[in-house]
């Protein structure tokens, strides 16, 4: 088990400031900001509609969104979203969902693991 208390950089010619960060409970459901300055990875219980938004993506950068009951609800997503087929990924109505956010602050991609069960 790791754990880290701050903030770790790591800088070569081969990898771009590799930042592990504690994961970010976030507990606003209406407007899901994945701010990739707190956290890379996000947990979330959907209670009402929302819309899921990565406002400061770095240069290169990937962000786990833990979203429960996210299928009880419309979700949407940033103008600047892109998904395979070019249709956002349904949601579990009750159960867990594992969002991924990989881009940058001008265009970003969602690919998804739908309903994990869990122990």
Do not use: M, W
Request: proline content about 3%; some cysteine.
């Amino acid at each position: 088990k790791l754990n880290i208390n701050a903030d770790i950089n790591i800088n070569s010619a081969n990898i771009f400031n590799v930042r592990f960060k504690i994961e970010n409970v976030i507990s606003k459901s209406n407007d899901i900001s994945l701010n990739y300055a707190n956290a890379t990875v996000f947990t979330c219980t959907a209670t009402q509609a929302a819309t899921i938004t990565p406002p400061n993506f770095p240069r290169s950068g990937v962000a786990l969104l833990k979203l429960r009951n996210g299928g009880n609800f419309t979700i949407s997503y940033a103008a600047n979203a892109q998904f395979a087929g070019g249709i956002a990924p349904s949601r579990t109505s009750s159960g867990l969902d594992h969002l991924f956010f990989e881009g940058n602050s001008t265009i970003y991609t969602v690919t998804s693991i739908l309903d994990i069960q869990e122990d």
